[in-house]
């Protein structure tokens, strides 16, 4: 691992003692990731050289399904923290930097491989082997799910990231329609990236575009409702004997309510604690849809994850959770996502998620 900067991103000297670098490393039988990069983190083998994990004194350092390969140190530090701090847990991390030796396509050849790795997150400045990345793209697609950010998409970004890793990025509308059509999820920015992960640590897929909003407020199913078309998503009017079953298990338990038709609201319950009922609407809502997004003012603790994974089990569909007071529930929140339970602090960002979960079931099962 190269730490040190100075090499290629600074020019053709640079460069020159970049390939010197290679040159030496050849002759021992050494392999280089970088220079000009953060290293590894791998849990499992107690090596961090990135950055400080957000846990408290004597807490085990956990790993979990998800491999992110960086050319960014700044990126994957930020992976790491923020991403520990919503719920991932990673396999292993890789910041690649310059790529002068190991590059992208040579880590993700071996996630592919890894079975500690379930998921794989990408953050790309410059592919040198575009032929080659996308081929494997392709291939590992049909087994795990890649996100991918690119960066460096107009004139600024291009010379930002030659100045950052030597990389010559640029905007590609080709490349990006075959990584699309290859099943990879594109991301925009940071917080889509980190989105995306989250959503994909599901272990479930919708089977459809059918979605059942859940919601203890009706702006959370506004909001939802607005974007859903546009999503490619459906929310469907659920049937009349579905509609009663929900009416029987919410009679009592509700102020006057409008029919259960989809969105499902249940504004305040009075008696029943909203756990029990979000977790049996849940239920039955999930036998007409593909996947739900709840959005909720339950106490996300060690109960409430127990039952919700227990409808998802269940069912074998997902199920996204969207706070009503994610300030207040950003520990809770974490907790759901690590065992399995998407969780967003928006409704508009939890459904965008999940059409890009319903775009990748597709293609798994077109492949």
């Excluded at 049909?142 to 100045?163: M, T, Y």
Aim: with cysteine.
């Amino acid at each position: 691992m190269v730490h040190g900067a100075g090499f290629s991103e600074l020019g053709p000297e640079g460069k020159e003692l970049e390939e010197e670098m290679l040159k030496s490393a050849c002759q021992g039988s050494t392999r280089i990731i970088g220079p000009n990069c953060m290293g590894i983190y791998s849990p499992e083998a107690a090596i961090n050289t990135i950055a400080y994990l957000p846990i408290s004194k004597g807490e085990k350092d956990e790993a979990g399904p998800v491999a992110f390969v960086g050319q960014s140190g700044w990126v994957t530090e930020n992976i790491i923290q923020m991403g520990y701090e919503r719920g991932l847990r990673f396999s292993k991390v890789v910041s690649i930097g310059n790529q002068s030796d190991l590059t992208i396509e040579d880590f993700l050849e071996y996630f592919a491989g890894d079975t500690d790795t379930k998921v794989i997150g990408l953050y790309v400045e410059g592919i040198k082997r575009g032929r080659e990345f996308l081929q494997l793209a392709r291939q590992i697609s049909r087994q795990k799910p890649i996100i991918d950010w690119e960066a460096g998409k107009n004139e600024l970004g291009v010379r930002a990231a030659a100045s950052h890793t030597g990389s010559l990025a640029g905007k590609d509308v080709v490349f990006d329609a075959a990584l699309l059509q290859g099943g990879v999820a594109n991301a925009r920015d940071f917080d889509e990236l980190m989105d995306l992960i989250i959503g994909f640590t599901c272990p479930y897929l919708p089977r459809g575009n059918k979605v059942g909003l859940l919601v203890g407020a009706g702006g959370g199913a506004v909001a939802g409702a607005d974007i859903v078309e546009a999503l490619g998503l459906e929310i469907p009017t659920l049937s009349v004997e579905t509609q009663q079953e929900l009416v029987d298990n919410l009679k009592d338990k509700l102020p006057p309510f409008s029919p259960p038709r989809n969105p499902v609201d249940l504004v305040w319950p009075i008696e029943d604690s909203r756990l029990q009922l979000s977790v049996k609407c849940s239920r039955i809502m999930l036998k007409e849809v593909d996947a739900i997004v709840m959005v909720n003012y339950e106490n996300y603790d060690d109960y409430f994850v127990k039952e919700v994974r227990g409808v998802m089990d269940e069912m074998e569909k997902p199920i996204l959770a969207v706070p009503a007071h994610p300030l207040v529930r950003r520990s809770g929140m974490g907790l759901l996502t690590k065992n399995g339970i998407p969780t967003f602090i928006i409704p508009e960002r939890a459904l965008k998620t999940l059409s890009a979960m319903v775009r990748y079931s597709n293609y798994r099962h077109q492949s």
